[in-house]
């Protein structure tokens, strides 16, 4: 039985993957400037990031929260002196241990929680609202993709978090980031379906996309094994970041070969198909061969013995799994309607992909166009039994990833927004606490999303509050170690040293 807290509000519901085009409009640049201020009920506009001030900034009094070691450490200091100058974290350390600069704007943090800002691993971010969104939430990084279902990354976009860059490698691909360059418009353009690239034209692409700031290369679905192997080990060379959702490519194969990541559940549990089943999808990543290998891999029981020797090979081996249970999040258990966020209100439906319904925050399944002719019973029957087989579909693959978290695998927290109702900024927030619900401890989700990424990708300018470090820092008011949901009561929003105005943020400027 599945050990879900009961929901806040209203019922489950299910995703719909409607294959539509959208068109994503660019929202206007907008940005205030920063001024003193001596405590938080009292902060100034949001100012530009990367423009750090010249008088040093110090947080006087808080418990810097240890998110160490996947969240394993407890050391946390409690009446933390934290110095910031030049955008960098400067100085930490006990009250007394740590020199206040003269001259310093000092604000008192005394009962409250530092936390590093948080890193959404995997996700869109294409409007000036979405940027609000994610900032307002305390999303200080987004590794941010383009597709067709999350648009085109706005570079525009000020304020904004920083953005750490996705794009595909080794296959055609027209959201590449690439795609648009002229000496890769012909090479790039897809056709009917991805195909793979030659081994020539992707090391001129690794080049290529490196020289952009790609700083993660998404191995896809059609890629197989000798590219997967060799793509991931030539990345590693170059410093690069590898996430994996192979579907050609055996997982077994792609784990060996030292891919970072593990994208979506949904994706990796194909890892326990047998050869049989893999066989076909050298040949056919997609059509009736991958539906026969999902659904062999969705219907395991959560006993099965070939699922729980999985479990330990992803557990001994380097790849953390970035689940993105967020795109599921409506489909399970204990949901509740996500418009109801005060960020929600930043966020335009035309930029979501598949958005819930505002009323009542249920995913909608559009019906296909021949049951107009059905009378609304008969449609409402067969839009509950869509809903039905979703949300049965969700459960068994929550099921297998409880089996799957027993083998004590790391984890990466990432929303995959705006995609299957999973918002930007308010998305990461349900994936901590899907986390949670998974078996994490809360300190263990919150490292997650931040210093997790340290660890397994090598990004150590994020991820703690520390010297060195970029200065990115929540102030919460409620201890997020001992309930995730105190990661949301954020009282405070820093961000390369300067101190946004939080609420102002939801005054988008159209």
């Known amino acids: 039985m599945i050990d879900f807290p009961k929901p806040l509000c209203d019922n489950p519901q299910k995703t719909s993957i409607s294959m539509r085009w959208f068109r994503i409009l660019a929202a206007g640049l907008w940005a205030a ?28 009094g808080g418990t810097v929260v240890d998110v160490s070691d996947w969240g394993h450490s407890a050391r946390d200091l409690p009446d933390a002196i934290v110095v910031v100058r030049d955008g960098r974290i400067a100085d930490v350390g006990a009250r007394g241990a740590v020199s206040i600069p003269k001259g310093a704007r000092v604000i008192d943090c005394t009962g409250k929680y530092l936390i590093p800002g948080l890193v959404d691993g995997f996700a ?13 939430m305390g999303v200080t990084t987004v590794v941010a993709a383009s597709d067709y279902r999350r648009g085109l990354i706005d570079f525009a976009a000020s304020p904004g ?21 002229t000496e890769w418009v012909l090479k790039l353009r897809e056709g009917a379906h991805p195909t793979e690239l030659s081994p020539d034209d992707t090391v001129l692409q690794l080049t290529a996309t490196a020289r952009l700031g790609t700083r993660v290369l998404l191995l896809r679905r059609n890629l197989t094994a000798a590219n997967t192997q060799w793509i991931i080990a ?72 070939h699922l729980r020797a999985y479990a330990k090979f992803l557990a001994t081996h380097r790849a953390a799994l970035m689940p993105t249970f967020s795109t599921y999040f409506l489909q399970l258990p204990g949901h509740r309607n996500l418009w109801k966020e005060p960020a929600a209100a930043l966020l335009d439906p035309a930029h979501l992909f598949d958005p819930p319904d505002r009323a009542t925050g249920e995913l909608v399944y559009p019906l296909s166009p021949w049951t107009r002719h059905l009378p609304a019973v008969g449609q409402r029957y067969m839009e509950e039994g869509q809903r039905k087989k979703a949300e049965q579909s969700a459960l068994r693959l929550w099921r297998i990833n409880e089996t799957i978290f027993s083998a004590f695998p790391h984890y990466l927290a990432a929303s995959g927004a705006p995609v299957q109702g999973s918002m930007p900024g308010i998305g990461l927030h349900t994936e901590l606490e899907m986390l949670v619900r998974l078996g994490l401890s809360a300190r263990e989700a919150l490292a997650a999303a931040t210093n997790n990424y340290a660890i397994q990708l090598g990004w150590n300018e994020l991820g703690q509050i520390a010297p060195g470090r970029r200065a990115d820092i929540l102030v919460v008011d409620g201890d997020p170690t001992t309930n995730i ?12 040293g300067n101190v946004l105005d939080r609420e102002g943020l939801l005054n988008l400027r159209k």
């Not at 869109?124 to 307002?136: D, I, R, V």
């Not at 198909?273 to 395991?300: H, K, M, N």
Request: aromatic content about 8%; proline content about 8%.
């Open 161 to 181: 978090p920083h953005l750490y860059l996705v794009d595909s490698i080794g296959t055609t691909d027209n959201w590449s980031l690439l795609a648009k360059h």
């Open 33 to 60: 400037a920063l001024a003193g201020a001596p405590a938080w009920p009292q902060t100034q506009p949001a100012a530009a990031p990367g423009v750090p001030g010249s008088t040093p900034l110090v947080l006087a």
């Open 485 to 496: 949901w105190n990661a949301r009561r954020i009282s405070g929003l820093i961000m390369d």
């Open 234 to 305: 030539r990345a590693h060379q170059m410093g690069l970041v590898t996430y994996g959702e192979f579907v050609s490519t055996p997982y077994e194969v792609g784990i060996d070969a030292g891919v970072d990541v593990l994208l979506h559940m949904g994706r990796y549990e194909l890892g326990v198909i047998p050869d049989e089943l893999q066989r076909p999808l050298v040949d056919s990543f997609e059509g009736s061969a991958a539906y026969t290998a999902y659904d062999y891999a969705e219907r395991l029981p959560p006993t099965d013995q």
């Open 124 to 136: 869109g971010t294409n409007s000036q609202g979405q940027a609000n969104a994610n900032l307002y």
